[in-house]
C-alpha cells in the first residue's frame, strides 16, 4: 500500500512538472521566426516615440519580464530586445504607466488592446487603424490566458 502512493505521489509530481514544462515551451516550439535586426531598425524609423522595457518592474519576475528598446509610430510598434516566452501575450496602449496586475486589471477598460505578440525576440506589430497614439503614454505586454503582467514601457 506505501509503495502505490509512493508511486502515485512520485507519479503525479513528474505529470505535474511535465505539464508545466510543456506549458512554457510550447509558444516556443510554435512561435513564427523572429523579425531580423534590419527588419526591426526598418520598421521602428519614422517611430514618433520610444521607450525601454525593463526587467525590474514591480511584477515582472523570472519567467515574466521584458527587456530593450521599443519605437511607437503611427503604423506600429517594435521592440528591439526579448521577452520571456509565454502563451497568449497581448499588446495595449495604456494612458497609465502600469507595473501590477492590479494596475492593469483597474485601467483595462481604458486601454486599447492593438494586436498579438507571437516572438519573444523582437517583434513588430502592427497598429489598427484610427489608434489615438496621444491619448495613451505606455506599451504593455500581457498574458491573456494567464492574466499575468509581463512588461511595460512608458513612451510619452
Known amino acids: ?65 521584458g527587456e530593450g528598446a521599443v ?24 494612458p497609465e504607466f502600469v507595473e501590477t496586475e492590479a494596475d492593469f486589471a483597474r485601467l483595462k477598460p481604458q486601454m486599447q488592446r492593438v494586436g498579438d505578440v507571437k516572438t519573444f525576440e523582437n517583434f513588430i506589430v502592427e497598429l489598427p487603424s484610427g489608434v489615438e497614439l496621444m491619448r495613451f503614454n505606455t506599451v504593455i505586454v500581457w498574458c491573456e490566458t494567464f492574466n499575468q503582467f509581463i512588461t511595460a514601457a512608458r513612451y510619452r
Open 71 to 94: 519605437s511607437v509610430g503611427p503604423d506600429r510598434v517594435v521592440l528591439q530586445g526579448r521577452l520571456a516566452p509565454g502563451p497568449d501575450y497581448k499588446l495595449y496602449l495604456s
Open 1 to 65: 500500500m506505501r509503495r502505490a502512493i509512493l508511486l502515485l505521489i512520485s507519479h503525479g509530481l513528474v505529470l505535474a512538472i511535465g505539464f508545466a514544462a510543456g506549458i512554457y515551451t510550447l509558444p516556443l516550439l510554435i512561435a513564427p521566426p523572429a523579425p531580423d535586426a534590419q527588419a526591426v531598425t526598418s520598421a521602428a524609423q519614422g517611430a514618433s516615440f520610444t521607450g525601454t522595457f525593463r526587467r525590474n518592474l514591480k511584477d515582472s519576475d523570472a519567467l515574466h519580464w
